[in-house]
């Protein structure tokens, strides 16, 4: 089996495409609550990395470099196969470029375009957009595309060594920077820009032949200077608040790929500019898993301060991910004179039957304690379930023998807890004065004269506990971080609402409180188990990103920054990460170029 590099790169970058997407789609501004970005057209620049046609001479191929027959047998070109970047991310849309709109499943009109041209280089950019504003101007619906700048590492490399290679980093940073320009003026438009770095040119086969063919310096090296000068000067220009452009680096996974034996699949780098053999395949047809979970829960309280629960849970899986061998088995190769290969599939599944029993002690004058046991079994055919390394089947022929024990299956758990209230604080015997607690909802609070006012909840001694159940749009006015100090020194280190002021969430975690935001629904569950019963307890699981009342057994998911949730876990502030990471800044400054 042969996969050509270029065929590669661009089945990479097209996955990559897909997840700067929902990166760009994801990001809102201050203020705004995220909502989900949906292209109206794709419009595609740049040189031909981003071609379906090859300009230069169009009965080539329906697709520049990653052309691909319907068979063995049929040998007819079909476009929608080996799909590059641009058409992954326009198939995300459901949108198709004129270039490739095959009759049986033809898209009346498309509206997206392609306007990379093949050899296009930074200064032709400005002409590509321009051609676009006088056709059909761009705006907030549109997605588009930029990969460009390779042609001019190469164009610049040629001169070497006739110029200085100082000289040539001063001519690509300009033309970094020109395309930086150029992307912020299509951001300026309103429309959504998918910005990729160029490859590190010295890693190519070309990289690799220079540094061979010449004596006088690393050549590769040189290439490799040029590529990272001119994706630093780009990435150093283009205006990007995380709302307008989404960034893919394609240098790095070009050094990871080369660096990182199998890394995405690359199983064999080589050093010329022929094909590349490769050993491992996927599915056309390889989809998505897909995972049911049914639960059943039975919960009673006896004499208000135990609950015992009994609980089972099932959970299939479908469409898993499965590697299989096809040309191998016991004897050997199955077919002659074909190396063996792993071919990775959709075909796996999974089943998990659990039977829980749980009992607890509600606080009782700040002493609370609890247990719970699960039996369990899960069993799966599945090559990658569970996180640990990928297993590849045994015998091809005879997939059901895969079916076992799944490698996390856990067949007994027990666990126990139990929490001890410290008498100091707000709400306590000692040490329950003063503070910027005392002003925490202050005019809620009290009454002009100072005097509690009995009405309001947290004046009631009935309720106590870390968690601060609050209505939508909490925090909204509360720009300094005075609010937040106030609710950590009362205590409370959980904050659970439908929706939070991004100033007073961001204000929050950096001392040391969780925003949890859950849905409108799943709020008003949380305030119906508490008016049913001011003792009913919640379980905020930061690991897992999970919020579960105890009493029903009913949770949700709810969102938080990856940095964020590793500085909560390890309490952590910025300063306090940056330290942590102190040793690991120096080594890179040490190994840096520049």
Same mark, same amino acid.
């Given at each position: 089996m042969t996969v050509n590099s270029r065929e590669k790169r661009a089945r990479r970058l097209g996955a990559a495409a897909l997840v700067a997407t929902l990166l760009v789609a994801a990001c809102g501004g201050s203020g705004e609550p995220t909502t989900r970005? #949906?292209?109206?057209?794709?419009? !595609?620049?740049?040189?031909?990395?981003?071609?379906?046609?090859?300009?230069? &001479?169009?009965?080539?191929?329906?697709?520049?470099?990653?052309?691909?027959?319907?068979?063995?047998?049929?040998? *007819?070109?079909?476009? *929608?196969?080996?799909?590059?970047?641009?058409?992954?991310?326009?198939?995300?849309? %459901?949108?198709? @470029?004129?270039?490739?709109?095959?009759?049986?499943?033809?898209?009346a009109a498309p509206v997206s375009r392609i306007r990379a041209a093949f050899g296009a280089r930074a200064s032709d950019l400005a002409a590509q957009i321009d051609a676009q504003q006088a056709d059909s101007p761009l705006g907030p619906g549109d997605m588009t595309t930029v990969l460009i700048g390779e042609h001019d590492v190469l164009a610049e490399y040629q001169k070497y060594p006739a110029v200085g290679a100082d000289q040539l980093v001063?001519?690509?940073?300009?033309?970094?920077?020109?395309?930086?320009?150029?992307?912020?003026?299509? *951001?300026?438009?309103?429309?959504?820009?998918?910005?990729?770095?160029? =490859?590190?040119?010295?890693?190519?086969p070309y990289g690799i032949n220079e540094r061979q063919a010449h004596a006088d310096t690393d050549r590769a090296a040189l290439l490799s200077q040029l590529s990272q000068r001119f994706n630093a000067s780009m990435r150093a220009t283009i205006v990007n608040d995380g709302r307008k452009i989404g960034l893919i680096l394609l240098d790095e996974l070009t050094v990871q790929v080369v660096k990182i034996p199998g890394f995405g699949g690359f199983t064999n780098p080589f050093t010329g500019t022929d094909a590349t053999s490769n050993t491992f395949g996927v599915d056309p047809t390889y989809g998505l898993g897909l995972v049911q979970t049914w639960n059943a829960d039975v919960s009673r309280d006896f004499r208000q301060a135990w609950n015992v629960s009994v609980g089972y849970t099932e959970t299939r899986g479908s469409s898993l991910d499965m590697v299989r061998a096809p040309n191998r088995d016991p004897d050997g190769l199955r077919i002659e004179d074909v190396s063996p290969f792993l071919w990775e599939t959709s075909e796996g599944s999974s089943v998990l039957h659990a039977g829980s029993f749980r009992f607890r002690r509600r606080p009782v004058k700040?002493?609370?304690?609890?247990? +719970?046991?699960?039996?369990?079994?899960?069993?799966? &055919?599945?090559?990658? /379930?569970?996180?640990?390394?990928t297993v590849v089947a045994q015998n091809d022929q005879d997939l059901n023998?895969?079916? %076992?024990?799944?490698?996390?299956?856990?067949? #007994?758990?027990l666990t126990a807890d139990s929490s001890v209230e410290l008498p100091f604080g707000p709400n306590r015997p000692w040490l329950n004065g003063g503070g910027m607690w005392a002003d925490l909802f202050r005019d809620w609070r009290y009454n002009s004269d100072d005097t509690p006012k009995k009405d309001f909840v947290l004046n009631n001694p009935i309720y106590s506990g870390k968690i601060l159940v609050g209505g939508k749009n909490f925090g909204s006015g509360s720009s300094?971080?005075?609010?937040?100090?106030?609710?950590?020194?009362?205590? @409370?280190?959980?904050?659970?609402? +439908?929706?939070?002021?991004?100033?007073?969430? &961001?204000?929050?975690? &950096?001392?040391?409180?969780?925003?949890?935001?859950?849905?409108?629904?799943?709020?008003?569950?949380? @305030?119906?188990?508490?008016?049913?019963?001011?003792?009913?307890?919640?379980?905020?699981? /930061?690991?897992?990103?999970?919020? *579960?009342? /105890?009493?029903?057994?009913?949770?949700?998911? @709810?969102?938080?920054?990856?940095?964020?949730?590793?500085?909560?876990?390890?309490?952590?502030?910025?300063?306090?990460?940056?330290? !942590? =990471?102190?040793?690991?800044?120096? +080594?890179?400054?040490?190994? +840096? /170029?520049?």
């Open positions: 970005f #949906h292209a109206t057209r794709v419009i !595609a620049f740049g040189d031909e990395s981003s071609l379906i046609v090859d300009t230069r &001479n169009d009965a080539n191929g329906n697709k520049y470099s990653v052309n691909a027959t319907v068979s063995a047998t049929d040998l *007819t070109i079909a476009c *929608t196969l080996n799909a590059i970047w641009t058409q992954s991310l326009a198939a995300s849309y %459901g949108l198709v @470029f004129p270039e490739c709109n095959p009759p049986a499943t033809a898209v001063a001519n690509v940073e300009a033309q970094g920077a020109e395309v930086g320009r150029q992307v912020n003026r299509i *951001t300026d438009t309103g429309a959504k820009v998918l910005l990729s770095t160029i =490859m590190d040119v010295g890693f190519s700040g002493i609370g304690f609890g247990a +719970s046991y699960t039996l369990a079994k899960s069993r799966d &055919n599945a090559s990658s /379930l569970g996180g640990g390394g023998a895969e079916w %076992g024990l799944s490698s996390f299956d856990r067949r #007994h758990q300094r971080e005075h609010a937040a100090w106030a609710i950590y020194d009362y205590g @409370f280190r959980c904050v659970v609402s +439908s929706f939070f002021a991004d100033i007073f969430r &961001n204000n929050s975690i &950096n001392v040391g409180i969780l925003p949890v935001q859950v849905t409108e629904a799943f709020l008003d569950k949380i @305030f119906r188990a508490i008016e049913a019963n001011p003792k009913a307890e919640f379980e905020v699981n /930061l690991s897992e990103q999970k919020i *579960t009342i /105890l009493t029903t057994g009913e949770s949700e998911k @709810f969102d938080i920054n990856g940095y964020k949730k590793h500085n909560l876990i390890n309490g952590y502030d910025d300063i306090d990460y940056l330290q !942590a =990471m102190k040793e690991n800044i120096q +080594s890179f400054a040490v190994q +840096s /170029l520049y």
